[in-house]
């Protein structure tokens, strides 16, 4: 499947126009959800831990995967890994850029006595969720290389857990996350097509 890079760029409209459209109007079915996830306070050690592999696992796969195949002398594996790391870039800055946009502020910030966040300290911009747009990533590119259930399955199963994990510690709104999750797979689609166009051409 030929991916373009005007389709990231759609994307992107198509989020802050989402975003536009919930602002606008009433968020009572964003704050709502959230608040129907979100515990006072966010006890479970289970979800802070899903939360928390992220940003290593984002990072670790593709650099793992590089390593071995630098062991190895597996062209093969270095080429796989290059293309998530590089599926994983494009994702960082679409997300980067969205938040810049749309400069939205963080649930239990606009509502302090409704959510109860596990990390009040995180003040980075809420819309869209980065730890679900680098999980989602990260599974999107691992399902596009390796195309076998028994990786893709659990690959989505846990970027879907960190998106949820946001909700629950109430770090995020529930179109933060939706958001994040399709930042993410356009993202992984973005190093999909640069890494044919850039390594893979005879």
């Given at each position: 499947m030929r991916i373009k890079l005007t389709s990231i760029a759609k994307l992107i409209c198509i989020a802050a126009t989402v975003f536009c459209i919930n602002t606008t109007h009433a968020q009572n079915?964003?704050?709502n959800l959230l608040k129907s996830i979100n515990h006072n306070p966010p006890s479970s050690s289970l979800w802070k831990g899903v939360?928390?592999?992220a940003e290593p696992l984002s990072v670790g796969?593709?650099?793992?995967?590089f390593v071995i195949g630098l062991i190895?002398?597996?062209s093969s594996l270095k080429s796989k890994s290059v293309e998530i790391l590089l599926g994983i870039t494009a994702t960082v800055v679409a997300t980067e850029a969205l938040k810049i946009i749309t400069n939205r502020q963080?649930?239990?910030q606009k509502y302090p006595f409704d959510v109860f966040p596990y990390d009040a300290?995180?003040?980075g911009k809420s819309f869209?969720?980065?730890?679900?747009s680098l999980s989602f990533a990260t599974a999107t590119s691992l399902s596009l290389i390796y195309k076998k259930w028994y990786i893709t399955v659990p690959a989505f199963v846990w970027a879907t857990s960190v998106g949820y994990s946001r909700l629950y510690l109430g770090e995020h709104y529930p179109s933060d996350v939706i958001v994040g999750a399709a930042v993410g797979v356009a993202g992984a689609y973005a190093g999909?097509?640069?890494n044919k166009k850039l390594f893979r051409r005879k």
């Amino acid at each position: 499947m030929r991916i373009k890079l005007t389709s990231i760029a759609k994307l992107i409209c198509i989020a802050a126009t989402v975003f536009c459209i919930n602002t606008t109007h009433a968020q009572n079915w964003d704050i709502n959800l959230l608040k129907s996830i979100n515990h006072n306070p966010p006890s479970s050690s289970l979800w802070k831990g899903v939360s928390s592999t992220a940003e290593p696992l984002s990072v670790g796969i593709p650099a793992g995967m590089f390593v071995i195949g630098l062991i190895n002398k597996d062209s093969s594996l270095k080429s796989k890994s290059v293309e998530i790391l590089l599926g994983i870039t494009a994702t960082v800055v679409a997300t980067e850029a969205l938040k810049i946009i749309t400069n939205r502020q963080r649930p239990y910030q606009k509502y302090p006595f409704d959510v109860f966040p596990y990390d009040a300290s995180e003040n980075g911009k809420s819309f869209p969720s980065a730890h679900t747009s680098l999980s989602f990533a990260t599974a999107t590119s691992l399902s596009l290389i390796y195309k076998k259930w028994y990786i893709t399955v659990p690959a989505f199963v846990w970027a879907t857990s960190v998106g949820y994990s946001r909700l629950y510690l109430g770090e995020h709104y529930p179109s933060d996350v939706i958001v994040g999750a399709a930042v993410g797979v356009a993202g992984a689609y973005a190093g999909h097509w640069l890494n044919k166009k850039l390594f893979r051409r005879k």
